[in-house]
């Protein structure tokens, strides 16, 4: 048998076999050749593909992202540097707008924490917690 059946892809990428599946209908690994009893058979370099999707997904890339990334570094032995530098700046830009979004969620979760806390059961209008959110009178930052 030449090649590499799921279970030992799956194991040598540390990932799951769903996952060797999912990538593989999604095209981000090549589709496997498969034997004369239905068994998937995988090339050496599916490895080396899972573990450049990893790297991709530390990154924060989603896996549409990768996938325009793999389909740029599979159409050349040349990669145009300004198309993944715009990918790149895209997703700061996104990573930025999160992390503004989360400070605010902590801001505004501060104001709550702020409230007095009681060990005592309170009706459900008296929580100050429900009333912050019922009553939506609070600002952002």
């Known amino acids: 048998m030449d090649g590499l059946t799921i279970g030992k892809v799956a194991q040598l990428s540390q990932v799951s076999i769903e996952t060797v599946r999912y990538y593989e209908k999604r095209g981000l690994i090549p589709q496997a050749t498969r034997t004369k009893s239905g068994y998937r ?18 990154l ?7 996938h325009q990334i793999i389909k740029l570094f599979y159409s050349s032995q040349e990669v145009e540097t300004s198309s993944m530098f715009a990918i790149a700046e895209e997703k700061m830009k996104e990573i930025e707008e999160k992390i503004t979004q989360l400070q605010n969620q902590k801001y505004l979760l501060e104001q709550v924490l702020r409230k007095s806390n009681t060990p005592y059961p309170l009706l459900k209008d008296q929580c100050p917690v429900i009333q912050f959110i019922t009553k939506g009178d609070h600002e952002e930052p």
């Open 60 to 66: 924060g890339l989603t896996l549409e992202e990768i």
């Open 41 to 58: 058979i995988f090339k050496p370099k599916t490895i080396e593909d899972i573990r450049f999707i990893k790297s991709a997904k530390a």
